[in-house]
């Protein structure tokens, strides 16, 4: 983008949202109201710098603020480096002091401060404003002061929110630390076109690294990890997830060396679009050094996660397992559906990876066995397999019409992993101590899970 002014042009350095297209939908709005609720380092500090130069250079007053001197900074840097070029030629002046850059003798102008209550923003005024990490504001901040702004020019508002969680709660200063989600279903079911909402998570940034993904990722609760980098702020009861047994605080564990002599398992995924794979070490005492002192014979540990995506041979695919179990003895691999995936099952075979069809013909069966395992907290996975963690904290019962959960799995054909984990949690030797004989079953009753 270039501005001109006596003839010359001069260059805005804009980054470039078509590689982000989460990102450009955004941007590229036109509705009035937009909130956008996307997890961390999702690229919406940087969306929203992008919008807010455009609406600058389009000739708006333009006001972010956000509770933090931090999230401030990110901000203030894109819209500087956009702006480097024309405040340099004296087209716009730029006022370090207070974070503006404005055009000389007019109204135009783009601010960034830091503000979190009704208060903290008045004092300024905007024909588009930015509300940025809007959860942690008082909800004040727009009904009293943001909102009333706008009205003599029916200025645009952008709202930016990651769902609250446990390490926010204490710098919040909303009285209802649900009042940015609350916005954004209403915004959801508006029909009159003013507000459009807008989701996505931290993996759909295609400019941020999966291991710096992995970095921020590692040390974070479940219920962290659904809400800060899947962007999921469901009021969901714990009885509705299907992992609900899986102890993270115990059962998620740093990574350490596998002996080579532990017995190695499978468990495949097949598909074109969205092959799976894990690795899972059956334990043998002593443990090696790094091991969760707690560890017991015959537990197991999840510690290789294999997501390739789309477009790969089953060739590259089996020399992609052989290279993951260098110098260890795979022991046994199953996968697929029980009846109708035997042809697939064959050709790995023949190709030179056996894969066993399930021990377990039931899919009900198959995950109550591996609910068991995780009850009695046989099964480990070690921290950076960060897909298979965020299936687990967002795999969820299907609910009846009075939100009851079924016996089937919510949107089930997206946790590839998962169903990994089951085909090889059906092998007979993974069968948990408090299993009764008999055929398994995943009722549940009262909201409660029951075992028959």
Not at 382 to 411: A, F, G, Y
């Amino acid at each position: 983008m270039t501005v001109a002014q006596a003839q010359r042009e001069y260059l805005v350095h804009l980054r470039n949202s078509s590689n982000h297209p989460f990102q450009a939908a955004f941007i590229n709005s036109k509705a009035k109201r937009k909130i956008v609720k996307a997890g961390r380092r999702s690229g919406k500090t940087v969306g929203a710098a992008t919008s807010d130069v455009q609406s600058f250079l389009a000739g708006k007053r333009v006001l972010y603020a956000t509770p933090t001197d931090e999230q401030k900074g990110k901000y203030w840097f894109e819209v500087k480096r956009a702006l480097a070029e024309p405040v340099k030629a004296g087209v716009f002046k730029l006022n370090e002091a207070e974070d503006y850059v404005e055009r000389p003798g007019t109204e135009n102008r783009i601010k960034a401060k830091t503000a979190w209550n009704a208060d903290s923003l008045r004092g300024d005024y905007a024909d588009k404003l930015t509300l940025d990490e809007w959860q942690l504001m008082n909800e004040d901040t727009w009904g009293e002061v943001g909102a009333p702004m706008l009205l003599d020019n029916n200025g645009d508002a952008l709202f930016i929110y990651t769902p609250p969680s446990l390490r926010t709660a204490g710098v919040s200063k909303a009285r209802d630390p649900r009042h940015a989600s609350k916005m954004f279903k209403a915004a959801l079911t508006d029909t009159t076109g003013l507000w459009q909402a807008f989701h996505f998570t931290s993996h759909d940034n295609p400019f941020i690294s999966a291991e710096a993904l992995q970095l921020i990722s590692t040390d974070m609760s479940l219920e962290s990890y659904r809400r800060e980098i899947m962007a999921e702020d469901d009021e969901i009861e714990t009885s509705w997830l299907v992992h609900s047994k899986f102890n993270e605080t115990l059962c998620k564990v740093k990574r350490f060396d596998i002996p080579k002599n532990w017995d190695i398992f499978s468990g495949h995924d097949f598909g074109s679009a969205n092959p799976a794979g894990l690795f899972i070490a059956r334990v043998k005492l002593p443990l090696p050094s790094g091991a969760p002192a707690y560890m017991r014979q015959n537990d197991l540990v999840i510690f290789r996660e294999y997501a390739p995506g789309a477009g790969f041979s089953m060739i590259q695919h089996i020399e992609r397992f052989k290279e993951l179990t260098t110098d260890y003895q795979v022991k046994r691999s199953r996968g697929g559906n029980l009846t109708t995936e035997d042809e697939i099952r064959q050709g790995y075979g023949s190709a030179g990876w056996t894969i066993l069809p399930p021990g377990l013909d039931k899919k009900n069966s198959q995950i109550d066995r591996m609910i068991s395992l995780e009850e009695c907290n046989k099964l480990y996975i070690v921290e950076d397999l960060w897909r298979l963690l965020s299936e687990i904290s967002n795999c969820m019962w299907k609910l009846d019409t009075n939100n009851k959960p079924t016996n089937d799995i919510k949107d089930e054909q997206v946790y590839h992993l998962l169903a990994c984990l089951r085909y090889i949690a059906s092998d007979n030797e993974f069968k948990p101590e408090t299993v009764t004989v008999g055929k398994p079953s995943s009722i549940r009753s009262n909201s409660s899970y029951r075992r028959n």
